[in-house]
């Protein structure tokens, strides 16, 4: 029995012949290649987390690793989303930290004093190997020549696709679960093929692993019932079906039920009903298979298969009416707007505003997987030679995975790994011809006419029986060296091309940890821009313990992680009215918004400016998204409409509307501005527009700091006036302006009233 | 001389008396210390009480209010002063500063010289409004002083004052029998505005009372600035930080002349005060309580330890002040307040109809709870209650904002976080009846389960021969079932046309030759494969060997049948045979027998 | 005296009563007009009166102009909506408790009031609140919504008006059944069901044939992954011409495109791979060793020809990109 579990794993890159050592060998140096491929942002900049979502992860893994688990469990975080807090112990995937903590753990039981950070920082690279690994033993699965599976190894250890998410640093859910994704569809095939519990288990066991580290996992969970689907339709239904999947659905589901993230959902919301009902009916096939078995009767037959689409009709109404009595919750905002795909701009502001839910142009496609965007399609041709199960597999996940990715960017990383196997199928089955160094002797002229005259009975017949045309003809093979050595060595160029283009993507497009900016000075020396770091150091250096922090909720998660600051919002958008809360006090006026900043306790505030750098990601281009997430909550107080001209234009120079020149964003941003350029020169560079000389005044909130470069600037929210003025009057005696003595009163006098 | 002695001899009191809770510096700033002597007795009750006064002129430049960006004085009273201005270190800016760094300012006007314009701005600022005119003095034709002004009108006789508010403490009262009367001599009116509500007036003028600018004539009169009680006489403010301002309208009521000086009140309206006769006004007493209110003498808070910990079941815990509790928790807080009177700290007492309040709160306060006292000490009272926490987690704040007019403020605030329960405090699911039904659901379904098993692995024992049968009959009987559901777009692989499955058993015996050639699907799960096979498997083999085993029975018994035809058959036509050679043999024997003769 | 007083007392309510009266019969004649046909017409005079001061109900009026002449696309378009909103409301509360009287004024009918409101545009909702009455508002001025995002929903106005008629009841909008929708769908399903049924022997062969499945699951994959999707969801225009008369095929710019670039790019995709595919299979069937070689040769440069051009495309739209093969560089 073990040596069956462990010989799938073995087979082929061990083994006492020099051909299984040499793959190991090369399986190895692919994931050095995989790893080191990684490694750019490193080497330029330092060992530090990237963009925002790893900030959180990280400081979760932190917590997990001082207070141990089961505090991470239960844990209440109460320096985030003030002053509600979060439960953040129920609302996380814990799979990424526990990971990493295991790992942690287990160096120092070998006495390796490592630091946690750069475990999370090294996670992504160290499991793109694994990837590779896994991407290997899937592609054996599909195909017979064992050069696929190497070549799909290779291809996923450097394709951009994958890298973009995975470059050292870049610590998110997406670091470990593409090689669950991988390895779980490995295990899916694995048990389908052999029809054994035992692989089942495995499978239902890398899913829930899966499920507790991302919420990608309803791809998983939408697929594999899918193929099931297919291959009932294609009258594939098999014991080996029908324990594989029941088997990764019963175990699977309990598994991923365990997560408190998750609780419910399974049998719940509608992601996961297809699973359910695909499950159903492989009981209502089962069953007939088994009677038909028992009683020979093709009427009988006829009348259960009528009876099988009965049930199923009614359980699928059942299913439907459930959904709309709402007992089974509907599709979750962010996976609805996959099919409809307009959903999103209109009713979830905050999932439209993502960049990464944002559609796929095709240099997307060809910026992140060269060559083999192209190679893709001929290798699903390629599937439908053999159609076996694992081939009808790959033919499902192909086309659902391109589906997903072409709505959103961000699921590029689950079409990868199906582009790299086929590709690798295509290729390795085109090197398999031209590399064979025996050529077939050329055809005498006999045995032509005797092909032509024998060809037509096996080619009409194969016309009947084998679909596919490029399959009617004999194999022959390749005659003439020539051929040979010209399409090989235009395949080697093409590849070498695909190197060279990976390693450029990677080292130009993904290695940036955008915490840190680098720019180019005039004399081609590199120079970073720090300001980030800068401001997040200064809040954690000048600032109470418990100061709350306000700003757009992009920051919150590298405020919490950098800073260590209470945050009003962060990049978990859990609360869309806490969030527009937020929007709606950055974009109304002083008045409106400094009792919203006095009830939610904000002691900072912090905006991201651009202008002077011409830093496009700053505040006031997000300023759109405020003020439309604002409107979703309160469609009265705050207009999109009132931020346009009258000609429908978005401006901030003295062309702005009133409502935009109020708002508070507006002023925070340009205050002060002017008074760095000369007068008649103050201009904004991100806008391309000429700011006017009189800058905004503030009164509720004072300047407190601004980064070297102007990108973040932090703003004091003042206390009430001492003696009990209005802010503006205060201000504008603070500035020496005296009050004006009513001398003469108009009206009726103004009576004191106790 | 005899001041200086006089000024040992206070300094020496001043040890032993007492001072004010915020410090005893005291600077007075009037033009020319020759004034000094018109208020001796007001400053002597002040260096009495223990104050360290020093005197300065507003022209002085070496006067400053502020010293290394620290108050230099805890207290400040301005004496009018005759200049228009108040000279560089007085400016509003200053006076304003000296307000939020937590000074007291007491400030006297006066309608004999102009209020600096200064101070003017000063009040507006605090939305305290001055006569439009600046020498405009308030009269009153119905309480005036009958002595000193019985023309002029313009010396005004007030009772001490009343509270503001039923529920508000008064300091203002002396001894509360009434019949005092204050001399109130050609003072400044205030109007006070309803913006600020930091604002309280301790003395108002009387009904009848009005300002009025002697140098114009009746015109004046018909629109006066303001009328009655609208007319503050004495006004404070108190700050957010509880540092306190008073305007006294007439610094001539501080003058020694008026503090032991005797006064009959003028037949007021309505004919009270028919045949009045001389009082002493109780103008030192009345000064002494605004002056000692002002210069956080009395009327000031102070909080002592705030504790606030878990209560579960009556049992408190030890731990005090945690930083997280957890929703639906028992919390008990207190809190320690004393007042300060004169030269002590007492226990603090809110007026009846006042009470103490404790807010619980995030965003709003989702509890506001009176505080009742507990445990009184020599100096303080201890405010507590006890109350279950919101069954909602968040950041929340046990927050008491205590602000009184006369009291100092009192706002604290301690910030706790309210976590969800663990996954450990939930009840088990034993304990929930409605439970029940499931545990025991569970129950059954694993019992049932092993028992299926034990069951089914008893049958497949029995019959483990037919088990024996080898892999293909059952690749056959996948193929048959695919070819039955007839819907498969691919597998056209079997050369031999729809089989129906009755003819399986046919199929069993013709099949396994093309089986090997057919590239069909279900090839690639070829029986090599070494792991056991699974229930369903067993089940269709062992259906299929049963069959096999009937037939082969039928097979034989017709083998049998033929045979015996055979043979029957056989030996019918050896019978003929041996017939005809019978024959045979009769005839040569004839043939024998005819020769021989 | 005491008499005069109280004879005063006596007429106080009946001169409050005067005062109210007409407004509440305004409103019911009003109300009653609504329940036959609302929402009701209005010409100026009709406008006027039905706005006019003292009034305990409010107004919500549609002003629009919905004469072709005028081309006002967004009035034609609300129309109905805004039809079916008051007709369901005023259905909803017979007994007008929401005291909610639906106008329309249209510009032909109402030039001057066009005018006297200083209207540019149309259309415009005005909702006049009462001034008097338990639900008066201080401010008199009518508030206005305005359509800034396209044609509204009747639900959306429905849920705007009900925000200021607080206290008060909010009739639900009540669609009509979409009859003809309904039997529409159910031909067509029966339709396919019966065609079906005639036709599954003859389509059965060619939902079998392994091809056809080949050919659209090929062509949906080269679709998708060309970016028609982010045709589809951004509206792109499908070519756009340069600034000298020209086409420009290609978009300029890494994020965007347009829909026959798209089309360019999934042929190249498809011929790319199509090339691969023969050189993989069909090339090792031919039997005639020339016929192959001259094959292999053609695939081979087909590839290459095509990778370059594709390469150079790439280039086209992300500049700094630094590989290219011949003959496009």
Same mark, same amino acid.
């Given at each position: 029995?073990?040596?069956?579990?462990?010989?799938?794993?073995?087979?082929?890159?061990?083994?006492?012949?020099?051909?299984?050592?040499?793959?190991?060998?090369?399986?190895?140096?692919?994931?050095?290649?995989?790893?080191?491929?990684?490694?750019?942002?490193?080497?330029?900049?330092?060992?530090?987390?990237?963009?925002?979502?790893?900030?959180?992860?990280?400081?979760?893994?932190?917590?997990?690793?001082?207070?141990?688990?089961?505090?991470?469990?239960?844990?209440?975080?109460?320096?985030?989303?003030?002053?509600?807090?979060?439960?953040?112990?129920?609302?996380?995937?814990?799979?990424?930290?526990?990971?990493?903590?295991?790992?942690?753990?287990?160096?120092?039981?070998?006495?390796?004093?490592?630091?946690?950070?750069?475990?999370?920082?090294?996670?992504?690279?160290?499991?793109?190997?694994?990837?590779?690994?896994?991407?290997?033993?899937?592609?054996?699965?599909?195909?017979?020549?064992?050069?696929?599976?190497?070549?799909?190894?290779?291809?996923?250890?450097?394709?951009?696709?994958?890298?973009?998410?995975?470059?050292?640093?870049?610590?998110?859910?997406?670091?470990?679960?593409? #090689?669950?994704?991988?390895?779980?569809?490995?295990?899916?095939?694995?048990?389908?093929?052999?029809?054994?519990?035992?692989?089942?288990?495995?499978?239902?066991?890398?899913?829930?692993?899966?499920?507790?580290?991302?919420?990608?996992?309803?791809?998983?969970?939408?697929?594999?019932? *899918?193929?099931?689907?297919?291959?009932?339709?294609?009258?594939?239904?098999?014991?080996?079906?029908?324990?594989?999947?029941?088997?990764?659905?019963?175990?699977?589901?309990?598994?991923?039920?365990?997560?408190?993230?998750?609780?419910?959902?399974?049998?719940?919301?509608?992601?996961?009903?297809?699973?359910?009902?695909?499950?159903?009916?492989?009981?209502?096939?089962?069953?007939?298979?088994?009677?038909?078995?028992?009683?020979?009767?093709?009427?009988?037959?006829?009348?259960?298969?009528?009876?099988?689409?009965?049930?199923?009709?009614?359980?699928?109404?059942?299913?439907?009416?459930?959904?709309?009595?709402?007992?089974?919750?509907?599709?979750?905002?962010?996976?609805?707007?996959?099919?409809?795909?307009?959903?999103?701009?209109?009713?979830?502001?905050?999932?439209?505003?993502?960049?990464?839910?944002?559609?796929?142009?095709?240099?997307? #496609?060809?910026?992140?997987?060269?060559?083999?965007?192209?190679?893709?399609?001929?290798?699903?041709?390629?599937?439908?030679?053999?159609?076996?199960?694992?081939?009808?597999?790959?033919?499902?996940?192909?086309?659902?995975?391109?589906?997903?990715?072409?709505?959103?960017?961000?699921?590029?990383?689950? *079409?990868?790994?199906?582009?790299?196997?086929?590709?690798?199928?295509?290729?390795?089955? *085109?090197?398999?011809?031209?590399?064979?160094?025996?050529?077939?002797?050329?055809?005498?002229?006999?045995?032509?006419?005797?092909?032509?005259?024998?060809?037509?009975?096996?080619?009409?017949?194969?016309?009947?029986?084998?679909?596919?045309?490029?399959?009617?003809?004999?194999?022959?093979?390749?005659?003439?060296?020539?051929?040979?050595?010209?399409?090989?060595?235009?395949?080697?160029?093409? *590849?070498?091309?695909?190197?060279?283009?990976?390693?450029?993507?990677?080292?130009?497009?993904?290695?940036?940890?955008?915490?840190?900016?680098?720019?180019?000075?005039?004399?081609?020396?590199?120079?970073?821009?720090?300001?980030?770091?800068?401001?997040?150091?200064?809040?954690?250096?000048?600032?109470?313990?418990?100061?709350?922090?306000?700003?757009?909720?992009?920051?919150?998660?590298?405020?919490?992680?950098?800073?260590?600051?209470?945050?009003?919002?962060?990049?978990?958008?859990?609360?869309?009215?806490?969030?527009?809360?937020?929007?709606?006090?950055?974009?109304?006026?002083?008045?409106?918004?400094?009792?919203?900043?006095?009830?939610?306790?904000?002691?900072?505030?912090?905006?991201?400016?651009?202008?002077?750098?011409?830093?496009?990601?700053?505040?006031?281009?997000?300023?759109?998204?405020?003020?439309?997430?604002?409107?979703?909550?309160?469609?009265?107080?705050?207009?999109?409409?009132?931020?346009?001209?009258?000609?429908?234009?978005?401006?901030?120079?003295?062309?702005?509307?009133?409502?935009?020149?109020?708002?508070?964003?507006?002023?925070?941003?340009?205050?002060?501005?002017?008074?760095?350029?000369?007068?008649?020169?103050?201009?904004?560079?991100?806008?391309?527009?000429?700011?006017?000389?009189?800058?905004?005044?503030?009164?509720?909130?004072?300047?407190?700091?601004?980064?070297?470069?102007?990108?973040?600037?932090?703003?004091?929210?003042?206390?009430?006036?001492?003696?009990?003025?209005?802010?503006?009057?205060?201000?504008?005696?603070?500035?020496?302006?005296?009050?004006?003595?009513?001398?003469?009163?108009?009206?009726?006098?103004?009576?004191?009233?106790? | 001389?005899?001041?200086?002695?006089?000024?040992?001899?206070?300094?020496?009191?001043?040890?032993?008396?007492?001072?004010?809770?915020?410090?005893?510096?005291?600077?007075?700033?009037?033009?020319?210390?020759?004034?000094?002597?018109?208020?001796?007795?007001?400053?002597?009750?002040?260096?009495?009480?223990?104050?360290?006064?020093?005197?300065?002129?507003?022209?002085?430049?070496?006067?400053?209010?502020?010293?290394?960006?620290?108050?230099?004085?805890?207290?400040?009273?301005?004496?009018?002063?005759?200049?228009?201005?108040?000279?560089?270190?007085?400016?509003?800016?200053?006076?304003?500063?000296?307000?939020?760094?937590?000074?007291?300012?007491?400030?006297?006007?006066?309608?004999?010289?102009?209020?600096?314009?200064?101070?003017?701005?000063?009040?507006?600022?605090?939305?305290?409004?001055?006569?439009?005119?600046?020498?405009?003095?308030?009269?009153?034709?119905?309480?005036?002083?009958?002595?000193?002004?019985?023309?002029?009108?313009?010396?005004?006789?007030?009772?001490?004052?009343?509270?503001?508010?039923?529920?508000?403490?008064?300091?203002?009262?002396?001894?509360?029998?009434?019949?005092?009367?204050?001399?109130?001599?050609?003072?400044?009116?205030?109007?006070?505005?309803?913006?600020?509500?930091?604002?309280?007036?301790?003395?108002?003028?009387?009904?009848?009372?009005?300002?009025?600018?002697?140098?114009?004539?009746?015109?004046?009169?018909?629109?006066?600035?303001?009328?009655?009680?609208?007319?503050?006489?004495?006004?404070?403010?108190?700050?957010?930080?509880?540092?306190?301002?008073?305007?006294?309208?007439?610094?001539?009521?501080?003058?020694?002349?008026?503090?032991?000086?005797?006064?009959?009140?003028?037949?007021?309206?309505?004919?009270?005060?028919?045949?009045?006769?001389?009082?002493?006004?109780?103008?030192?007493?009345?000064?002494?309580?605004?002056?000692?209110?002002?210069?956080?003498?009395?009327?000031?808070?102070?909080?002592?330890?705030?504790?606030?910990?878990?209560?579960?079941?009556?049992?408190?815990?030890?731990?005090?002040?945690?930083?997280?509790?957890?929703?639906?928790?028992?919390?008990?807080?207190?809190?320690?307040?004393?007042?300060?009177?004169?030269?002590?700290?007492?226990?603090?007492?809110?007026?009846?109809?006042?009470?103490?309040?404790?807010?619980?709160?995030?965003?709003?306060?989702?509890?506001?709870?009176?505080?009742?006292?507990?445990?009184?000490?020599?100096?303080?009272?201890?405010?507590?209650?006890?109350?279950?926490?919101?069954?909602?987690?968040?950041?929340?704040?046990?927050?008491?904002?205590?602000?009184?007019?006369?009291?100092?403020?009192?706002?604290?605030?301690?910030?706790?976080?309210?976590?969800?329960?663990?996954?450990?405090?939930?009840?088990?699911?034993?304990?929930?009846?409605?439970?029940?039904?499931?545990?025991?659901?569970?129950?059954?379904?694993?019992?049932?389960?092993?028992?299926?098993?034990?069951?089914?692995?008893?049958?497949?024992?029995?019959?483990?021969?037919?088990?024996?049968?080898?892999?293909?009959?059952?690749? $056959?009987?996948?193929?048959?079932?695919?070819? $039955?559901?007839?819907?498969?777009?691919?597998?056209?692989?079997?050369?031999?046309?729809?089989?129906?499955?009755?003819?399986?058993?046919?199929?069993?015996?013709?099949?396994?030759?093309?089986?090997?050639?057919?590239?069909?699907?279900?090839?690639?799960?070829?029986?090599?494969?070494?792991?056991?096979?699974?229930?369903?498997?067993?089940?269709?083999?062992?259906?299929?060997?049963?069959?096999?085993?009937?037939?082969?029975?039928?097979?034989?018994?017709?083998?049998?049948?033929?045979?015996?035809?055979?043979?029957?058959?056989?030996?019918?036509?050896?019978?003929?045979?041996?017939?005809?050679?019978?024959?045979?043999?009769?005839?040569?024997?004839?043939?024998?027998?005819?020769?021989?003769? | 005296?005491?008499?005069?007083?109280?004879?005063?007392?006596?007429?106080?309510?009946?001169?409050?009563?005067?005062?109210?009266?007409?407004?509440?019969?305004?409103?019911?004649?009003?109300?009653?007009?609504?329940?036959?046909?609302?929402?009701?017409?209005?010409?100026?005079?009709?406008?006027?009166?039905?706005?006019?001061?003292?009034?305990?109900?409010?107004?919500?009026?549609?002003?629009?102009?919905?004469?072709?002449?005028?081309?006002?696309?967004?009035?034609?378009?609300?129309?109905?909506?805004?039809?079916?909103?008051?007709?369901?409301?005023?259905?909803?509360?017979?007994?007008?408790?929401?005291?909610?009287?639906?106008?329309?004024?249209?510009?032909?009918?109402?030039?001057?009031?066009?005018?006297?409101?200083?209207?540019?545009?149309?259309?415009?909702?005005?909702?006049?609140?009462?001034?008097?009455?338990?639900?008066?508002?201080?401010?008199?001025?009518?508030?206005?919504?305005?359509?800034?995002?396209?044609?509204?929903?009747?639900?959306?106005?429905?849920?705007?008006?009900?925000?200021?008629?607080?206290?008060?009841?909010?009739?639900?909008?009540?669609?009509?059944?979409?009859?003809?929708?309904?039997?529409?769908?159910?031909?067509?399903?029966?339709?396919?069901?019966?065609?079906?049924?005639?036709?599954?022997?003859?389509?059965?062969?060619?939902?079998?044939?392994?091809?056809?499945?080949?050919?659209?699951?090929?062509?949906?994959?080269?679709?998708?992954?060309?970016?028609?999707?982010?045709?589809?969801?951004?509206?792109?225009?499908?070519?756009? @011409?340069?600034?000298?008369?020209?086409?420009?095929?290609?978009?300029?710019?890494?994020?965007?495109?347009? @829909?026959?670039?798209?089309?360019?790019?999934?042929?190249?995709? @498809?011929?790319?791979?199509?090339?691969?595919?023969?050189?993989?299979?069909?090339?090792?069937?031919?039997?005639?060793?020339?016929?192959?070689?001259?094959?292999?040769?053609?695939?081979?440069?087909?590839?290459?020809?095509?990778?370059?051009?594709?390469?150079?495309?790439?280039?086209?739209?992300?500049?700094?990109?630094?590989?290219?093969?011949?003959?496009?560089?």
């Amino acid at each position: 029995m073990s040596d069956t579990i462990v010989e799938p794993f073995l087979k082929g890159s061990t083994g006492r012949n020099t051909r299984g050592i040499l793959r190991l060998s090369i399986l190895v140096l692919i994931a050095a290649a995989a790893i080191a491929s990684r490694l750019f942002s490193v080497i330029r900049f330092e060992s530090i987390i990237h963009e925002f979502d790893p900030w959180f992860n990280f400081r979760a893994t932190k917590y997990l690793v001082q207070n141990g688990f089961y505090d991470f469990w239960d844990w209440f975080d109460d320096r985030t989303w003030h002053p509600l807090g979060r439960v953040t112990g129920g609302t996380l995937y814990p799979g990424l930290m526990v990971t990493s903590g295991i790992i942690y753990h287990a160096l120092r039981a070998l006495t390796i004093p490592v630091d946690i950070r750069n475990i999370c920082v090294l996670l992504a690279p160290g499991f793109s190997g694994l990837t590779a690994y896994a991407t290997y033993l899937f592609t054996n699965e599909m195909s017979t020549s064992p050069s696929a599976g190497l070549l799909a190894a290779a291809f996923m250890g450097i394709a951009p696709g994958y890298i973009s998410r995975s470059v050292a640093g870049s610590y998110d859910n997406e670091a470990i679960a593409i #090689f669950l994704l991988v390895f779980t569809f490995f295990l899916w095939i694995k048990a389908l093929k052999v029809g054994s519990v035992m692989w089942g288990a495995l499978c239902a066991l890398f899913y829930g692993y899966m499920v507790s580290a991302w919420g990608g996992y309803v791809f998983i969970t939408n697929l594999i019932p *899918l193929h099931v689907f297919v291959l009932v339709c294609m009258g594939r239904f098999s014991p080996r079906l029908y324990v594989s999947y029941c088997t990764w659905y019963a175990l699977g589901t309990l598994a991923s039920m365990q997560i408190p993230f998750v609780g419910f959902l399974p049998i719940r919301s509608s992601e996961h009903m297809s699973a359910l009902g695909v499950f159903g009916l492989l009981q209502l096939v089962g069953f007939v298979e088994f009677v038909r078995s028992g009683v020979p009767s093709k009427q009988f037959a006829t009348l259960l298969r009528g009876f099988v689409l009965a049930v199923f009709a009614i359980a699928f109404g059942g299913l439907v009416l459930l959904t709309v009595s709402g007992v089974i919750a509907p599709w979750t905002g962010r996976f609805y707007s996959l099919w409809d795909t307009g959903y999103a701009k209109i009713h979830i502001p905050i999932i439209a505003s993502v960049s990464e839910h944002q559609p796929t142009a095709w240099p997307a #496609f060809f910026f992140d997987l060269n060559l083999l965007i192209w190679l893709f399609p001929a290798g699903v041709y390629l599937c439908f030679l053999k159609l076996a199960d694992e081939q009808v597999f790959v033919v499902v996940y192909a086309i659902l995975a391109s589906y997903f990715s072409g709505v959103m960017v961000r699921l590029m990383l689950t *079409l990868t790994p199906i582009v790299c196997v086929a590709a690798a199928l295509v290729l390795s089955h *085109l090197l398999d011809t031209y590399l064979s160094i025996k050529s077939p002797s050329a055809p005498t002229d006999a045995d032509i006419d005797a092909a032509s005259n024998a060809a037509p009975a096996p080619s009409k017949k194969a016309a009947k029986q084998d679909g596919l045309r490029a399959m009617r003809e004999p194999l022959v093979g390749i005659y003439t060296t020539f051929s040979k050595t010209s399409v090989v060595s235009a395949l080697t160029a093409y *590849l070498l091309i695909f190197v060279l283009h990976c390693t450029w993507v990677t080292s130009n497009a993904y290695s940036s940890p955008s915490v840190v900016l680098a720019s180019r000075m005039p004399d081609g020396s590199q120079h970073i821009i720090d300001d980030y770091r800068e401001a997040y150091q200064w809040l954690r250096q000048n600032t109470k313990e418990d100061a709350k922090i306000m700003s757009w909720w992009d920051y919150g998660y590298q405020i919490g992680g950098m800073a260590d600051r209470p945050t009003l919002v962060d990049n978990n958008t859990w609360n869309n009215t806490h969030i527009a809360t937020v929007g709606k006090a950055m974009s109304s006026s002083e008045e409106v918004s400094y009792p919203i900043m006095r009830q939610h306790e904000v002691d900072y505030v912090l905006v991201v400016f651009g202008g002077l750098l011409g830093y496009s990601g700053d505040d006031i281009n997000k300023f759109l998204w405020m003020v439309r997430i604002a409107e979703g909550i309160w469609p009265d107080e705050v207009k999109e409409r009132d931020f346009f001209t009258e000609r429908g234009e978005y401006r901030v120079d003295e062309g702005a509307t009133e409502t935009m020149k109020k708002s508070l964003m507006y002023k925070m941003s340009y205050y002060n501005y002017n008074a760095l350029f000369p007068p008649g020169q103050c201009q904004d560079r991100v806008r391309g527009v000429k700011m006017p000389d009189q800058g905004p005044v503030l009164n509720t909130v004072e300047e407190a700091f601004t980064s070297e470069n102007w990108i973040i600037r932090i703003y004091k929210v003042k206390d009430l006036d001492n003696v009990g003025r209005d802010h503006a009057a205060a201000a504008s005696f603070e500035r020496g302006n005296k009050k004006k003595k009513t001398t003469k009163r108009r009206g009726p006098k103004v009576l004191r009233v106790e | 001389m005899r001041w200086i002695l006089s000024f040992l001899l206070l300094a020496f009191l001043a040890t032993v008396q007492a001072i004010s809770s915020s410090g005893n510096k005291l600077l007075v700033v009037l033009e020319d210390l020759s004034e000094k002597t018109k208020y001796s007795k007001y400053l002597g009750d002040l260096e009495a009480r223990g104050f360290k006064v020093s005197y300065e002129s507003p022209k002085n430049e070496k006067l400053a209010l502020f010293e290394l960006g620290e108050r230099a004085y805890d207290h400040l009273l301005i004496l009018p002063p005759k200049s228009k201005g108040l000279g560089p270190q007085l400016t509003p800016k200053f006076l304003l500063d000296f307000i939020n760094a937590g000074g007291n300012i007491l400030l006297t006007l006066s309608s004999s010289h102009p209020t600096p314009t200064g101070l003017v701005s000063l009040l507006l600022e605090l939305d305290i409004h001055l006569p439009t005119d600046r020498t405009a003095l308030v009269v009153d034709h119905f309480n005036y002083d009958t002595l000193s002004a019985s023309d002029k009108h313009d010396v005004v006789l007030v009772p001490r004052p009343d509270a503001i508010r039923p529920d508000v403490k008064n300091f203002f009262r002396g001894d509360g029998k009434g019949g005092e009367v204050i001399a109130f001599p050609r003072g400044v009116g205030q109007t006070l505005g309803n913006k600020s509500p930091l604002l309280t007036p301790i003395l108002r003028a009387p009904r009848t009372a009005y300002s009025y600018n002697p140098k114009e004539d009746v015109e004046g009169v018909e629109d006066p600035f303001a009328v009655g009680p609208q007319l503050s006489l004495i006004t404070t403010m108190q700050a957010r930080n509880s540092a306190r301002f008073t305007v006294i309208g007439s610094s001539e009521m501080l003058e020694d002349a008026w503090f032991g000086g005797k006064v009959k009140r003028s037949v007021g309206l309505g004919g009270v005060g028919i045949g009045a006769k001389e009082v002493k006004t109780s103008n030192q007493a009345f000064a002494q309580e605004v002056t000692g209110w002002t210069f956080n003498e009395i009327g000031v808070l102070k909080v002592g330890k705030i504790e606030h910990h878990l209560n579960e079941g009556g049992a408190s815990s030890n731990i005090t002040n945690p930083k997280i509790y957890r929703v639906k928790n028992d919390v008990t807080y207190s809190i320690e307040l004393s007042e300060y009177s004169w030269d002590k700290w007492v226990p603090f007492t809110p007026p009846t109809g006042d009470v103490v309040q404790l807010e619980f709160s995030m965003l709003s306060p989702f509890h506001r709870l009176p505080l009742t006292p507990s445990t009184t000490t020599e100096t303080s009272t201890i405010y507590t209650t006890s109350f279950k926490l919101p069954d909602q987690h968040g950041i929340f704040n046990f927050k008491v904002n205590y602000k009184r007019p006369f009291l100092s403020n009192v706002e604290e605030k301690n910030t706790v976080t309210v976590r969800h329960f663990a996954h450990d405090e939930w009840p088990r699911s034993w304990v929930i009846t409605s439970a029940w039904p499931w545990i025991t659901g569970i129950g059954v379904t694993v019992t049932g389960w092993v028992a299926f098993v034990a069951l089914w692995l008893w049958k497949t024992a029995s019959n483990a021969a037919a088990v024996l049968l080898s892999g293909d009959t059952f690749t $056959s009987e996948n193929l048959s079932i695919t070819r $039955s559901l007839q819907s498969t777009p691919h597998d056209t692989a079997s050369p031999n046309p729809l089989v129906s499955s009755d003819s399986s058993v046919s199929m069993t015996s013709t099949r396994p030759s093309k089986q090997r050639s057919s590239p069909s699907s279900s090839q690639s799960s070829s029986p090599k494969t070494s792991n056991p096979p699974d229930r369903v498997e067993k089940r269709t083999r062992n259906t299929l060997a049963a069959r096999r085993y009937r037939q082969r029975r039928l097979d034989e018994v017709s083998g049998l049948e033929t045979q015996l035809k055979d043979t029957r058959s056989e030996r019918d036509d050896l019978k003929v045979r041996v017939a005809r050679l019978e024959g045979e043999v009769e005839a040569l024997r004839a043939l024998l027998a005819k020769r021989s003769e | 005296m005491h008499f005069l007083k109280g004879l005063l007392l006596s007429l106080l309510p009946a001169a409050a009563f005067a005062a109210k009266k007409p407004a509440v019969d305004k409103f019911q004649q009003f109300h009653a007009k609504a329940l036959s046909s609302a929402p009701l017409k209005l010409d100026d005079a009709v406008y006027t009166q039905l706005t006019s001061a003292p009034r305990d109900y409010s107004v919500a009026v549609l002003l629009t102009a919905l004469e072709s002449r005028f081309g006002c696309v967004l009035c034609r378009e609300f129309q109905p909506e805004w039809d079916l909103l008051s007709r369901s409301w005023t259905k909803g509360d017979k007994q007008g408790d929401s005291r909610l009287v639906f106008g329309t004024l249209d510009f032909t009918d109402g030039k001057n009031t066009f005018q006297s409101l200083g209207l540019q545009t149309a259309p415009v909702l005005l909702l006049f609140q009462p001034t008097i009455g338990p639900h008066a508002v201080t401010e008199t001025g009518p508030i206005r919504y305005d359509f800034t995002n396209g044609p509204q929903s009747a639900e959306q106005v429905r849920s705007w008006i009900g925000r200021y008629l607080t206290d008060r009841p909010h009739p639900q909008v009540q669609r009509p059944i979409n009859w003809t929708y309904g039997i529409a769908v159910t031909t067509t399903i029966l339709g396919t069901i019966s065609f079906l049924s005639v036709a599954w022997p003859y389509a059965l062969p060619i939902i079998q044939n392994r091809n056809v499945w080949a050919a659209i699951s090929l062509i949906s994959i080269l679709l998708f992954t060309s970016g028609h999707m982010f045709n589809h969801i951004r509206k792109v225009p499908y070519v756009a @011409g340069d600034g000298r008369g020209g086409v420009s095929y290609f978009a300029g710019g890494f994020s965007n495109q347009y @829909g026959l670039e798209t089309q360019i790019v999934a042929a190249m995709y @498809g011929l790319l791979s199509f090339a691969t595919i023969s050189l993989a299979l069909k090339v090792p069937r031919i039997k005639d060793p020339k016929t192959q070689q001259v094959a292999v040769l053609i695939w081979g440069g087909v590839i290459f020809v095509m990778y370059s051009f594709l390469l150079s495309v790439f280039r086209i739209k992300n500049g700094g990109y630094p590989f290219w093969l011949p003959p496009f560089s």
